[in-house]
């Protein structure tokens, strides 16, 4: 009994100093010195007189940092977000520090294990759990663009940078790469920023960053751009090519005049139209992007089109997907592919017909509502037949068609 009381007080004594023994205080590390002259901050763990590191991901030059009170001093210009983020770290440690008592577990590497996912994962690592979430939550599209913005990284270098030290010089430096350097224009700049923001509004809710690195970031306003279209001439320059009849270019013809001549359906409800969506010689189906319900009156020029293809066994109508997907991210994924195939037929065809325009598959959209509203149809009904869910998306969709129709109307009343 006396032996049992004995070791019960040693092991009770020993993890009563083992407690005590564990500290916590953040350090210059100064053989981690970098070519900038700059030392990274690190959370020494230290336990019986051995120590542990953990980076802060904080990097500093030396007459920067108050050792005594471990704190960014005041001359550096970003001394109270970067102290605020100390104090929050050190938070967390002691946090954990806490818990790993009450458990009995407390020791330095297990203490240094529980906090450094917390603060050094790779933006590269982090950007594509990110892009997976993307993906699981079947934002193709998102998942998509947001591959290119992490090669855009990777270009730059800033994949192995830590997510917790994105802040306002990482965000201006990473778009005056994008202008300078990669040559994006305003608006693609504009959204690879977006889908930037995206990420770090997720890192802040993991716990990854403690501010919003955007919040001081002046944004890019949009810029108008001019929409490449057809006029009613060069649609029937493409009607009258000489093309082989089944050949790709003749299929991809039919598809974009298809388009064109059903109000610029788009390029994805087109790859997944069905017999089924014929009924009482209408086309009836739910756009893809909005789930708007369109129903659109089948004419000739339709008839023409739908009678080279499926309109009555199973499947799709035109052959552009072979098989059904259950999967609808891989579907979208396989309309896509698609998609840049289609695209680049469709410049072939406009170099045959002598057409200039940078032609893609949604310039039959364009297309259509340029030629609706020279030809008088009211902003109601094209609003309709593209399916606009109001009438400002469509003022906005056609304002730059609007100054072209009035630089006509002026020249014609001055000349």
Known sequence: ??????????????????????????????????????????????????????????????????????TVRKSHPLSVKYNAELTKFKIKAEGEKSELRQDGELDASTLKDRLNFNKNIPLGEYGK???????????????????????????????????????????????????????????????????????????IKDGYLSNDPFQFVESIKRESSTKAKLSVEQIEKIKDLPLKKGSFQWHVRNYFLFSYEMAGIRF??????????LIDGR?????????????????????????????????????????NYTDEFALKRKISSKNVLVNKALKTIADKAGIKENISFHVSRHSFAHNALKKGMDLYAISKALGHSGLKITEQYLKNFDEEMLDTAMDKFFA
């Open 129 to 203: 759990k990110y892009r997976e979430q993307l993906k699981e939550n079947d934002r193709y599209w998102e998942h998509k663009h947001f591959g290119v913005l992490l090669n855009d990284l990777g270009k730059m270098g800033l994949l192995l940078t830590p997510v917790s030290r994105i802040d306002q010089k990482f965000i201006e430096d990473f778009k005056e790469f994008l202008f300078n350097e990669i040559g994006n224009a305003n608006n693609t700049v504009r959204k690879k920023l977006q889908r930037l923001k995206g990420l770090t509004n997720q890192a």
């Open 1 to 70: 009994m006396l032996g049992y009381a004995k070791n019960l007080c040693t092991i009770l004594c020993t993890k009563k100093y083992k407690d005590m023994s564990v500290t916590l205080r953040f350090t210059q590390l100064k053989r981690k010195k970098r070519k900038d002259g700059s030392i990274p901050i690190y959370l020494r763990i230290t336990e019986n007189g051995r120590s542990r590191y953990l980076s802060s991901g904080i990097s500093i030059q030396e007459n920067e940092w108050n050792p005594k009170k471990e």
């Open 283 to 323: 086309l009836r189906y739910s756009m893809n992007k909005t789930g708007t319900e369109k129903s659109i009156k089948l004419r000739p020029a339709h008839f023409d089109i739908l009678s080279h293809y499926n309109t009555e066994s199973e499947g799709y109508i035109f052959p552009l997907i072979q098989q």
């Open 268 to 277: 994805s409800d087109l790859c997944t139209l069905t017999p089924d969506n």
